[in-house]
């Protein structure tokens, strides 16, 4: 038996003034995004913008259903809107904001599993790591350079060709 250890490097800004200029705006686009979200339920809002490598900005939001299974995360929103949209166009980097109705997110929100899987295919498809830059309302803005920091035991292509 031998252990193995897994290791991810994240970078974290003490707030959206420390980001480069064209993070900080789209950044800005995502808590744009976030207060369009419907989330009449959980009250917890979500709003990811995205660039892509063709310079267009692509914006999702969480929209939620009273079957809960039915929503859909902003994460998500965006990245199919994106692939509907700019098939094949490579997404340079992703801003997430989250917020609540209910009470001050001030700790960054990472992607939920179902949207780091996603994120993670469209990055496997495209051969292109995905800047990924989330934050709560206000505060710390956490960076990985690519999902796989986020997911580093991956399910993928190769997973179902080895099969």
């Known amino acids: 038996m031998k252990k193995l250890e897994i290791k991810s490097t994240?970078?974290?800004?003490?707030?959206?003034?420390?980001?480069?200029?064209?993070?900080?705006?789209?950044?800005?686009?995502?808590?744009?995004?976030?207060?369009?979200?419907?989330?009449?339920?959980?009250?917890?809002?979500?709003?990811?913008?995205?660039?892509?490598e063709n310079g267009a900005i692509v914006v999702g939001n969480n929209q939620e259903?009273?079957?809960y299974p039915s929503g859909l995360c902003a994460e998500r929103v965006a990245i199919?809107?994106?692939?509907?949209?700019?098939?094949?166009i490579p997404i340079k980097r992703m801003a997430i904001s989250?917020?609540?109705?209910?009470?001050?997110?001030?700790?960054p929100i990472p992607p939920c599993g179902a949207c780091r899987q996603s994120m993670y295919e469209y990055e496997e498809n495209l051969k292109q790591p995905i800047e990924l830059y989330f934050m709560g309302e206000t505060g710390k803005?956490?960076?990985?350079?690519?999902?796989?920091?986020?997911?580093?035991?991956?399910?993928?292509?190769?997973?179902?060709?080895?099969i």
């Open 10 to 52: 994240l970078t974290v800004f003490d707030t959206l003034d420390e980001l480069p200029t064209e993070v900080a705006s789209l950044m800005k686009k995502a808590v744009q995004a976030r207060k369009n979200a419907y989330a009449p339920y959980s009250k917890f809002r979500v709003g990811a913008a995205l660039e892509l």
């Open 65 to 67: 259903n009273a079957v």
């Open 80 to 88: 199919f809107q994106a692939g509907a949209i700019y098939p094949n």
């Open 141 to 162: 803005v956490v960076k990985a350079d690519s999902v796989q920091e986020l997911l580093p035991l991956t399910f993928g292509k190769a997973t179902l060709n080895n």
């Open 98 to 107: 989250a917020s609540s109705d209910t009470f001050n997110v001030v700790t």
